[in-house]
Nanobody, 122 residues
Framework: QVQLVESGGGLVQPGGSLRLSCAAS????????MAWFRQFPEHEREGVAA???????IYAESVKGRFTISKDNAKNTLYLQMNSLKPEDTAMYYC????????????????WGQGTQVTVSS
């Protein structure tokens, strides 16, 4: 049974940093493309970053240079380091996984976590 459990969200001031984690289980983590998405109230989910099994990475333009996606295969954990956070980054952040070997930030993933809330506010 595939499980994705996000953690690390919270309240942070503008300009601050957070690191999100996604603990994965129930599938061969090494062989899956992993991604982060976010959803603003009353909007569809938008892709933030994705990493494929070969380490190829793609970012949304809005987060390039501020966010870094990474994974630890030994720990079956995906990360999203978020720096220079802005109020417009406030959203629910979701981890996603798919067996397709192509990094994409289109919401075409088979497996999703429950999300972790990130709020950027002074």
């Amino acid at each position: 049974q595939v499980q994705l459990v996000e953690s690390g969200g919270g309240l942070v001031q503008p300009g601050g940093s957070l690191r999100l984690s996604c603990a994965a289980s129930g599938f061969n983590f090494d062989d899956y493309t992993m991604a982060w998405f976010r959803q603003f109230p009353e909007h569809e989910r938008e892709g933030v970053a994705a990493i494929d099994p070969d380490g190829n990475i793609i970012y949304a333009e809005s987060v390039k240079g501020r966010f870094t996606i990474s994974k630890d295969n030994a720990k079956n954990t995906l990360y999203l380091q978020m720096n220079s956070l802005k109020p417009e980054d406030t959203a629910m952040y979701y981890c996603a996984a798919d067996a397709e070997d192509i990094p994409t930030i289109e919401p075409m993933y088979n497996y999703w976590g429950q999300g972790t809330q990130v709020t950027v506010s002074s």
